[in-house]
C-alpha cells in the first residue's frame, strides 16, 4: 500500500515544456517499475511511459522523442519531463505504482 502525489501540472502554450513529479510513500518503491498515464475528455485512460527498476525506459508512439520517464529512489520519486508540448497532450496525467494510482494532475496545452 502506498500513497501517490502527482505535481506539476499546469497551463502552457504548444512547443513549451513542463516536469511533473510523483511522490511516492513506502518502502517498495525502488524495486518497482513506474508508469505514467493520461486521460484526456471523453478518452480512456492511455499508457504513456514507463520505467524499471533497473532504469529501463518505454514509451507510448505519441511521446517518444518528447517526453523522458526518469526515477530518483532516494527521493521516492518518478518525474515525466515533456517537451514540445502539443494540444494533443492536454489530459489528466497519473502515476501507478503497482496497482496504486495518484490522484492525477492537469496538464493543459493551448495553441
Known amino acids: 500500500q502506498v500513497q501517490l502525489v502527482e505535481s506539476g501540472g499546469g497551463l502552457v502554450q504548444a512547443g513549451e515544456s513542463l516536469r511533473l513529479s510523483c511522490a511516492a510513500s513506502?518502502?517498495?518503491?525502488?524495486?518497482?517499475?513506474l508508469g505514467w498515464y493520461r486521460q484526456a475528455p471523453g478518452k480512456q485512460r492511455e499508457w504513456v511511459a514507463t520505467i524499471g527498476v533497473g532504469s529501463s525506459t518505454n514509451y507510448a508512439d505519441s511521446v517518444k522523442g518528447r517526453f523522458t520517464i526518469s526515477r530518483d529512489n532516494a527521493k521516492n520519486t518518478v518525474y515525466l519531463q515533456m517537451n514540445s508540448l502539443k494540444p494533443d497532450d492536454t489530459a489528466v496525467y497519473y502515476c501507478?505504482?503497482?496497482?496504486?494510482w495518484g490522484q492525477g494532475t492537469q496538464v493543459t496545452v493551448s495553441s
Open positions: 513506502g518502502s517498495i518503491f525502488s524495486t518497482n517499475g
Open positions: 501507478r505504482l503497482r496497482s496504486d
